[in-house]
């Protein structure tokens, strides 16, 4: 009996895993956001008491990487290690308990209790869910966050490695700039072809003091400058990640060209 309740749920798995997210967006993201970088996180919980995200809920994948790191054995079987989670889950929405949560004490204390699933989900849409909170776990461990450097280390290394300095002007009451943060600059190959060509800086226009001769008249604003400090590209505004891509290989081949004019004179 045991083993063809088992076999139902394996195949609802099967069936039903792809509707997770559906399941998500019809019960948990009133509350629950999906997903917003760690470093993003930390600085709302830990310096702006919930002020720059007004989080109702915690996120996703604060969630499941607490599910993943504080439910049974972490290196365990993983097929275990997923039963261990589920059965948590099945109670936690069946009776929530501030006493058991997985969640930091700081952070719970943002949040109200979570309201009772308690008949809100059919065993299927609960397996769906379970399902995609196990599945999206890899994306929460393998998050990789975006590095600024101070302007100093910054120019040292970009002479070293050969790199273009990107400097990201900022302000904290700029909508667009976290809109950037959140989408784009959070955005593994945005991240990844930063960190093949470039050192990033970061600058707040209303306080960071700026280490070069240009003043950006709005902000998000992008300036590009060679390995050698010359001023090659400016940028203003915010952009999706397909464009902003472009925009990192348009400003490595404004230095190409002048690497190029270098070698005619
Ligand atoms: C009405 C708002 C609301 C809805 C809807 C909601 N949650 Fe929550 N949830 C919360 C809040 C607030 C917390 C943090 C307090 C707590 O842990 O009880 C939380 C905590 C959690 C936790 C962490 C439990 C712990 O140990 O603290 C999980 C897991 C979770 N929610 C999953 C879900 C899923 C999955 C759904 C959809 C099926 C969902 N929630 C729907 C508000 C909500």
Not at 13 to 20: A, P
Not at 43 to 55: I, V, Y
Not at 138 to 154: L, S, T
Request: with cysteine.
């Amino acid at each position: 009996m045991k083993n063809l309740l088992h076999f139902f749920l394996f195949v609802s798995t099967l069936i039903f895993g792809s509707e997770g997210k559906h399941v998500y967006e019809k019960k948990c993201a009133a509350c629950h956001e999906l997903y917003i970088p760690m470093g993003v996180l930390e600085k709302n919980f830990m310096q702006m008491d919930n002020t720059l995200l007004h989080l109702k809920a915690p996120t996703i994948n604060q969630i499941v990487y607490r599910l993943k790191t504080r439910i049974g054995d972490p290196n365990g079987d993983a097929e275990m290690h997923r039963m261990e989670i589920e059965s948590f889950l099945e109670e936690y929405f069946e009776t929530p308990d501030r006493e058991k949560s997985i969640c930091l004490p700081e952070i719970l204390n943002y949040f109200e209790t979570m309201p009772s699933m308690k008949g809100e989900l059919s065993e299927e849409e609960f397996e769906a869910i379970v399902t995609f909170l196990y599945e999206y776990a890899p994306k929460a461990y393998q998050e990789k966050v975006m590095q600024y450097e101070p302007f100093k280390e910054a120019s040292a290394k970009a002479l070293a490695e050969d790199k273009l300095i990107m400097i990201f002007y900022t302000a904290e009451h700029c909508r667009y700039c976290k809109k950037m943060e959140n989408e784009v600059m959070s955005d593994p190959d945005v991240i990844k072809a930063l960190e093949k060509g470039f050192v990033s800086v970061k600058i707040d226009v209303e306080k960071g003091k700026n280490p070069v001769d240009f003043n950006p008249t709005m902000t998000p604003t992008f300036l590009f400058l060679s390995p050698q400090q010359e001023q090659l590209y400016r940028v203003p505004g915010s952009w999706v990640k397909e464009d902003f891509l472009e925009i990192l290989r348009e400003a490595k081949e404004k230095y190409n060209q002048t690497l190029k004019k270098g070698t005619k004179q």
